[in-house]
């Protein structure tokens, strides 16, 4: 382990006292992130007094008003990101040539929109077979809360960090990250550290994120026949659409619902027809699944747009836009025949998901999440895709764009999380991994993203009966627990050149 920057204390907690504390406080962890779950913070329309809507910034309050009551120092930066802090203070008045720095623990507390099909209710954060359940329970509220039980384990046996340990408090991850840029501009960034935010091991990369949205103008059409009325499907670019919807207008449903059997018989999709006035929905729905890992759901957008290619609508431009999403998007989620089929070898294919669509009688949008290689460039992406776009007369409206994040498997910190992982699993088989997955360990230097999901966990994030294991809650609090020890005494993890 690398020396330490500053003399420690005399006495020193020992890492089973911690471990205690962790144990001794389950009960009350658990409840924290049950009554965190309840608060649904998606993400809403700005107001006067908050950025990102009242239900973000009811979690926000809720946090940090347990910490001011734990003990703990705040800052709420003008409604736009926080933080939770402790250590380090009493080491300035001993520091040599640098000053005290900070480790930073990026959180959020923003969700995904929750969807339809749960089981249960989406906010109530009920405990059934060891598992908490709830949207934002994995995705970020539970390992937010493993966390800060880490952060107060640590300080209840009294230790007293050479650094200073910060939770930040992300608003808006799952969207633009206007919070994170905001809170950067009037908090300086940390010196290293994680995000609770991805999956055990460690994350040493992450892909390249475009979010872009490809439209078309729809003419109105006069032609008597099957007529267009609209299309719709999907909740946010980063989650696999699990419904869509078509209407539609004509003297006569019957050949259009005999399409719709057969259809169904031949792949066994999920759709159902009903009258809506004189016009006729057609539903198609499918499994949500995240954004980075869309082939572990079923797009609805894709099983619609599969079944209204058989249907001659009276607008051409309707009939274009469906015949290139089934050309050139169908059901592939790496771009290969969109143009954009790249690849390299230490992150794999490149990952394509289709979020949203919505057309109606004047124009045609499509909102995709893209996670490129990391040896692959933003330009490559929308290079290989201008020919088919001119073809069928779309036009590319770029949304969002993240760099990659890469940190060699060999580099301090990540070797450092590495143990302490291991040493608390066992685990010597899994090595650090590049994800497609975004995380704020992008928005500060020399950080990487660090759990809470195991190897052998399914990944509910962004999916219904998204949920935490109570055991994993705890385990990620201690293994947190003890990074934040070894870190906080540790050398600067400098960024390796």
């Given at each position: 382990?690398?020396?330490?920057?500053?003399?420690?204390?005399?006495?020193?907690?020992?890492?089973?006292?911690?471990?205690?504390?962790?144990?001794?406080?389950?009960?009350?962890?658990?409840?924290?992130?049950?009554?965190?779950?309840?608060?649904?913070?998606?993400?809403?329309?700005?107001?006067?007094?908050?950025?990102?809507?009242?239900?973000?910034?009811?979690?926000?309050?809720?946090?940090?008003?347990?910490?001011?009551?734990?003990?703990?120092?705040?800052?709420?930066?003008?409604?736009?990101?926080?933080?939770?802090?402790?250590?380090?203070?009493?080491?300035?008045?001993?520091?040599?040539?640098?000053?005290?720095?900070?480790?930073?623990?990026?959180?959020?507390?923003?969700?995904?929109?929750?969807?339809?099909?749960?089981?249960?209710?989406?906010?109530?954060?009920?405990?059934?077979?060891?598992?908490?359940?709830?949207?934002?329970?994995?995705?970020?509220?539970?390992?937010?809360?493993?966390?800060?039980?880490?952060?107060?384990?640590?300080?209840?046996?009294?230790?007293?960090?050479?650094?200073?340990?910060?939770?930040?408090?992300?608003?808006?991850?799952?969207?633009?990250?206007?919070?994170?840029?905001?809170?950067?501009?009037?908090?300086?960034?940390?010196?290293?550290?994680?995000?609770?935010?991805?999956?055990?091991?460690?994350?040493?990369g992450e892909m390249g994120l475009l979010v872009f949205e490809i439209a078309k103008k729809i003419n109105k059409s006069v032609t008597k026949g099957i007529v267009f009325r609209g299309m719709s499907g999907g909740l946010?670019?980063?989650?696999?659409?699990?419904?869509?919807?078509?209407?539609?207008?004509?003297?006569?449903?019957?050949?259009?619902?005999?399409?719709?059997?057969?259809?169904?018989?031949?792949?066994?999709?999920?759709?159902?027809?009903?009258?809506?006035?004189?016009?006729?929905?057609?539903?198609?729905?499918?499994?949500?699944?995240?954004?980075?890992?869309?082939?572990?759901?079923?797009?609805?957008?894709?099983?619609?747009?599969?079944?209204?290619?058989?249907?001659?609508?009276?607008?051409?431009?309707?009939?274009?836009?469906?015949?290139?999403?089934?050309?050139?998007?169908?059901?592939?989620?790496?771009?290969?025949?969109?143009?954009?089929?790249?690849?390299?070898?230490?992150?794999?294919?490149?990952?394509?998901?289709?979020?949203?669509?919505?057309?109606?009688?004047?124009?045609?949008?499509?909102?995709i999440n893209v996670r490129y290689p990391l040896t692959v460039t933003e330009e490559a992406v929308f290079r290989g895709m201008e020919e088919i776009l001119e073809a069928y007369n779309l036009?590319?409206?770029?949304?969002?764009?993240?760099?990659?994040?890469?940190?060699?498997?060999?580099?301090?910190?990540?070797?450092?999380?590495?143990?302490?992982?291991?040493?608390?699993?066992?685990?010597?088989?899994?090595?650090?991994?590049?994800?497609?997955?975004?995380?704020?360990?992008?928005?500060?230097?020399?950080?990487?993203?660090?759990?809470?999901?195991?190897?052998?966990?399914?990944?509910?994030?962004?999916?219904?009966?998204?949920?935490?294991?109570?055991?994993?809650?705890?385990?990620?609090?201690?293994?947190?627990?003890?990074?934040?020890?070894?870190?906080?005494?540790?050398?600067?993890?400098?960024?390796?050149?």
């Amino acid at each position: 382990m690398d020396t330490p920057a500053y003399d420690l204390k005399e006495q020193e907690p020992t890492l089973s006292e911690i471990q205690q504390k962790i144990e001794e406080n389950e009960a009350e962890m658990i409840q924290t992130l049950q009554e965190l779950i309840a608060i649904k913070s998606v993400e809403e329309p700005e107001t006067e007094e908050f950025p990102f809507g009242e239900g973000v910034h009811q979690a926000l309050h809720y946090i940090l008003k347990k910490a001011e009551s734990d003990g703990f120092r705040t800052r709420n930066v003008d409604e736009f990101g926080a933080h939770i802090e402790f250590g380090g203070t009493q080491y300035q008045d001993q520091k040599k040539e640098t000053e005290v720095e900070t480790i930073g623990i990026l959180t959020h507390l923003d969700v995904v929109p929750e969807g339809d099909g749960w089981k249960g209710e989406p906010y109530s954060g009920e405990i059934t077979d060891g598992k908490i359940f709830g949207r934002g329970s994995s995705d970020d509220k539970g390992p937010l809360i493993a966390a800060y039980f880490a952060m107060r384990a640590l300080r209840d046996v009294g230790y007293e960090p050479q650094k200073k340990v910060r939770l930040i408090l992300g608003l808006d991850e799952e969207t633009n990250w206007r919070g994170m840029e905001y809170y950067l501009k009037k908090v300086p960034p940390v010196d290293f550290g994680f995000a609770p935010d991805a999956k055990f091991p460690v994350i040493h990369g992450e892909m390249g994120l475009l979010v872009f949205e490809i439209a078309k103008k729809i003419n109105k059409s006069v032609t008597k026949g099957i007529v267009f009325r609209g299309m719709s499907g999907g909740l946010a670019a980063n989650v696999v659409a699990d419904q869509a919807r078509l209407l539609l207008r004509s003297d006569s449903y019957d050949a259009i619902k005999e399409k719709l059997a057969q259809f169904k018989e031949e792949t066994g999709y999920d759709l159902t027809a009903r009258q809506r006035g004189k016009s006729l929905e057609i539903e198609a729905k499918g499994k949500t699944a995240h954004g980075a890992e869309p082939w572990k759901g079923l797009n609805a957008i894709s099983v619609l747009m599969a079944f209204a290619k058989h249907i001659s609508f009276t607008n051409e431009d309707v009939n274009d836009f469906i015949e290139f999403y089934n050309n050139h998007i169908a059901w592939e989620t790496d771009g290969a025949s969109f143009g954009c089929g790249l690849s390299d070898e230490i992150s794999g294919n490149l990952i394509l998901n289709v979020g949203m669509l919505k057309v109606d009688e004047g124009a045609a949008r499509l909102l995709i999440n893209v996670r490129y290689p990391l040896t692959v460039t933003e330009e490559a992406v929308f290079r290989g895709m201008e020919e088919i776009l001119e073809a069928y007369n779309l036009g590319l409206i770029k949304k969002e764009h993240k760099l990659p994040l890469y940190r060699p498997v060999d580099d301090a910190l990540v070797q450092t999380l590495m143990q302490v992982y291991q040493k608390h699993t066992g685990d010597k088989k899994n090595k650090p991994i590049v994800i497609g997955g975004a995380t704020f360990a992008r928005a500060m230097p020399n950080t990487v993203a660090f759990g809470a999901l195991f190897p052998e966990e399914e990944n509910r994030m962004h999916q219904k009966d998204e949920s935490i294991s109570l055991d994993s809650l705890k385990k990620a609090a201690s293994i947190y627990a003890e990074a934040i020890f070894r870190l906080a005494d540790a050398k600067k993890y400098s960024e390796k050149k």
